[in-house]
């Protein structure tokens, strides 16, 4: 059994910066894809970076130079620099697994102006 546990959230003013961490424990045989996905009040859940096993990384182009997503084996960072109120929201760790994706529980940050 998989399990995804976050950390980090808090709140923030506007510019000020934040680490999220995700800690992956249970199996990782198969395991392609981590990532981290945020979703705002009255939204959908959206992507915010991504990184496969071997370090390539994807980013929203809202968080394009700002966000770095970073990993280890069973932990993968995402630090927020620069930080904006519309970054507020419940961020959501993932791991994505042949045929399986799991998610974690939601971290909330919100950044004031």
């Known amino acids: 059994q998989v399990q995804l546990t976050e950390s980090g959230g808090a709140s923030v003013q506007t510019g000020e910066s934040l680490r999220l961490s995700c800690a992956l424990s249970?199996?990782?045989?198969?395991?392609?894809?981590m990532g981290w996905y945020r979703q705002a009040p009255g939204k959908e859940r959206v992507l915010v970076a991504t990184i496969t096993p071997d370090g390539d990384t994807n980013y929203a182009d809202s968080v394009q130079g700002r966000f770095t997503i970073s990993r280890d084996q069973r932990t993968w960072d995402l630090q927020m620099n620069s930080l904006k109120p519309e970054d507020t929201a419940v961020y959501y760790c993932y791991a994505a697994f042949w045929k399986t994706n799991y998610w974690g529980q939601g971290t909330h940050v919100t950044v004031s102006a």
């Open positions: 249970g199996r990782i045989l198969r395991l392609h894809l």
